[in-house]
């Protein structure tokens, strides 16, 4: 079975700060898409960034970049100056890991922005 | 584009009876996903649709539940006789016929007492 491990289930930094959350996974596959999710407290889930694994340069999006590490299996969010509305749910999303398009989600990092 | 929109967003039931949520997807989109979470995880998969046709269920999709896409536009998932272990949030995506990226609704809170 394909796993997605976040071994961090809460997380806090300062307003302005940088933070970076882990996201490691298990596939057989050598070509997958991988995803970060924000879910805002009781809003919808929003996607963040995407990372094709066929590509060796790291996705970026605004103050959001991921260190895609496809050997070692490992895709995390670096989130820079952190701002109180980047509070939430953060899930790692691998798609394709199993040549099916479903998302395999990991159980989250709570990330706290504190004033 | 509006949106995925799903409805109701809340439901409360009693156990045994049946529910059906619905999903809209963004325009045009050809693939739908139906998943659930419970509280304090990710979302699990249950199905997928491409078009009307459904190409995958998890194991999780019991054959209490059924799901439709008629016309491979809207989508029901449906429960039968429902079970306290089915409270979750019902959530809907889609996605373009081209990458893996997926857009999602609001969900459906279900509780059943």
């Known amino acids: 079975a394909q796993t997605v491990t976040q071994s961090q289930p809460e997380m806090s930094v300062q307003e302005a700060e940088t933070v970076t959350l882990s996201c490691t996974y298990d596939?057989?596959?050598?070509?997958?898409?991988l995803f970060w999710y924000k879910q805002p407290p009781s809003r919808q889930m929003i996607l963040v960034i995407r990372q094709e694994a066929y590509k060796q340069q790291n996705a970026t999006e605004n103050r959001f970049s991921v260190n895609f590490q496809k050997a070692a299996k490992s895709f995390s969010l670096k989130i820079s100056d952190s701002q109180l509305g980047d509070t939430a749910m953060y899930f790692c999303a691998p798609s394709g890991m199993d040549s099916s398009y479903k998302l395999i989600f990991g159980s989250g990092t709570r990330l706290l922005v504190r004033p | 584009d509006t949106g995925v929109s799903q409805n109701p967003r809340h439901k409360i039931t009693k156990r045994g009876q049946n529910v059906t949520f619905r999903c809209d997807p963004i325009s045009e989109h050809n693939r739908l996903y139906w998943y659930r979470q419970t509280l304090g995880q990710g979302p699990e998969f249950l199905t997928y649709f491409q078009n009307e046709a459904q190409l995958e269920k998890s194991r999780l999709l019991s054959d209490r539940f059924s799901a439709e896409r008629p016309k491979g536009s809207f989508s029901t998932l449906e429960i039968q006789r429902t079970e306290q272990g089915d409270s979750a949030m019902y959530l809907c995506a889609s996605s373009p016929g081209t990458g893996y990226e997926q857009y999602f609704g609001p969900g459906t809170r279900l509780t059943v007492t």
């Open positions: 596939t057989s596959e050598s070509n997958y898409y």
